[in-house]
């Protein structure tokens, strides 16, 4: 069995890009590119209350999301994200064989934590593996950290996640987040990994992450096709593949990944844009919501200097969120 593995998510937070609408066909694509490369967990998109429609990967239940799974999927598995306050978790339906979609992935912000993890019994009954994505790992405290553990080892998980969520995340930081969970987490309780690239680490965080975990744990990595993602993007599919090839002798074809780039990422980039520059650096060093930047890049001239004064003068967890009338009042 493999120690490591990666979870595909240019479905999901690539989606955010293009109001969540690839289109049927790119999704079937990038769906099928992934598969033939051997990509471990593909995740198809959100599950949520409303945003619907043809092309989208928003999906009120996974029999909706089924559709897109070609019938000769190897090995591979399939995820959905569930956000707990934009989803009736009433609308999930019994695990199915027959839809493949064998996770769910519940997301939340730190203050829906404790209501967020009384779900975990329940999902598991309807016959799912369910990942915990706690919003944010870094601004949860190291006594924060042990009590949402001690939670989760009463009900065991599927997996955990260290999800840097704003790419503010240094390599120290995972060091001391890592040993804390897996000292503390239940043996059995897969530990997963998210990051953003608005420091240009994500990729190293990631090599770091299989490293160490290598002989300790199994693990799972997020990635996404060409690092496509809101704002600085996410460690990149092609990389941290090339990387599991070469120094643990993985055996991704990566072909049919630059394949998937070339035919469904690439065409992308003419109506969107993602990847690290100034302005989302300032993001990531201020914890801050990739929506205030893109909100005040709007406004003209403004320079790089008055962002990050501007992100300074507000409350360090009013900027995780964002509110563009305290944009204007500061």
């Not at 064989?97 to 912000?109: D, E, M």
Request: one cysteine or more.
């Amino acid at each position: 069995m493999r120690h490591a593995r990666i979870l595909d998510c240019t479905l999901r937070d690539g989606a955010y890009l293009v109001d969540k609408a690839f289109g049927e066909n790119t999704q079937r694509g990038i769906i099928k590119g992934l598969i033939e490369a051997g990509i471990d967990i593909v995740e198809l998109g959100f599950l949520q209350n409303e945003g619907f429609g043809e092309g989208k990967s928003v999906f009120k239940t996974p029999k909706e999301a089924a559709k897109y799974i070609p019938k000769d999927t190897t090995h591979t598995e399939f995820a959905l994200m569930a956000d707990f306050s934009r989803y009736d978790f009433k609308n999930l339906q019994d695990y199915d064989p027959t839809h493949r979609i064998q996770n769910i992935r519940l997301c939340f912000f730190k203050h829906e934590r404790l209501e967020s993890l009384k779900l975990i019994e329940a999902i598991k009954q309807k016959g799912y593996k369910i990942f915990i994505q706690p919003v944010d790992i870094l601004g949860y405290s190291d006594i924060e950290i042990l009590e949402l553990i001690e939670i989760i080892n009463k009900s065991i998980p599927y997996a955990l996640s260290i999800v840097d969520t704003f790419g503010s995340m240094y390599i120290e930081d995972l060091h001391r987040i890592w040993a804390l969970i897996n000292h503390n987490l239940h043996q059995d309780i897969q530990i997963g990994f998210h990051s953003h690239n608005n420091l240009q680490l994500s990729s190293a965080l990631s090599q770091e992450f299989i490293r160490m975990s290598q002989n300790k744990r199994n693990v799972i990595i997020d990635s996404t096709l060409n690092g496509m993602g809101r704002g600085a993007g996410n460690t990149c599919t092609e990389l941290i593949a090339l990387y599991m090839n070469q120094k643990f002798s993985y055996g991704y074809k990566l072909d049919r990944i630059l394949d998937s780039i070339d035919i469904y990422i690439d065409p992308l980039k003419k109506q969107c844009t993602w990847g690290y520059n100034i302005p989302y650096y300032i993001a990531g060093m201020c914890s801050a919501h990739t929506n205030n930047i893109t909100y005040l890049l709007k406004k003209n001239n403004i320079a790089s200097k008055d962002l990050m004064a501007i992100l300074d003068e507000i409350d360090s967890q009013k900027r995780k969120r964002y509110d563009y009338d305290l944009l204007e009042s500061t």
